[in-house]
C-alpha cells in the first residue's frame, strides 16, 4: 500500500480533545499533493498519526453550514 502524504496548510480550530491527548480538529489539508479540502478527523499530539475521518469540498462545506444552520436554528427555537 502507497505512502498517504498530507500537508495541514491551515487550522482552524479543536473540537474537542479525547484518549491520550488526540484532537478532533477542523483543518485545511492537501492529500497526496492534491487540491486542499477541508478536513475533521482526530490526530496524534504531534500529527504523525490521524483517525478516519471526513474531507469537504468548498461547496460541500458551504451546503454543511446551511444545513446546520437550518437544524440548529429549530433547536433554539
Not at 498530507?6 to 492537501?30: A, P, Q
Not at 460541500?60 to 437550518?70: F, P, Q, T
Amino acid at each position: 500500500m502507497p505512502d498517504i502524504t498530507f500537508d495541514i496548510l491551515t487550522h482552524y480550530g479543536d473540537l474537542g480533545e479525547g484518549r491520550g491527548g488526540w484532537k478532533k480538529e477542523i483543518n485545511l489539508v492537501s492529500w497526496n499533493g492534491r487540491s486542499p479540502k477541508f478536513d475533521i478527523r482526530e490526530w496524534a499530539p504531534d500529527h504523525q498519526k490521524m483517525g478516519k475521518g471526513i474531507t469537504l469540498t468548498w461547496e460541500e462545506a458551504v451546503k454543511l453550514r446551511e444545513i446546520l444552520s437550518r437544524f440548529l436554528a429549530q433547536d433554539q427555537a
